[in-house]
């Protein structure tokens, strides 16, 4: 059995492998890239941190919340992973 770890990231990537140009802040990504329902916001922001170190995904800082998207110059790389990780 996958570990939610590994689940959440794998819903956040499949979610812009399918929606590239998404731009979304914290709760946009546990409402709309995670499936539902989200199974640990705690565990859904690690491995959305998790994801912006590795550099998958771009954090923009904003006055207000950040905002969070995919780096496209990573995309290719992104969908060999979510392939493979089925």
Known sequence: MESQDAGITHSILDYLVRHPGA???RD?????W??????DEHLAMEALEALVTRGW???RATSGQPIYSLNQ?????????VTQNK
Do not use: H
């Open 23 to 25: 731009k979304d802040t």
């Open 73 to 81: 110059a990573q995309l290719n790389e992104i969908r060999a992973f």
């Open 28 to 32: 946009g990504v546990i409402n709309w």
């Open 57 to 59: 995904i771009l954090k």
């Open 34 to 39: 995670i499936s539902k329902p989200c199974p």
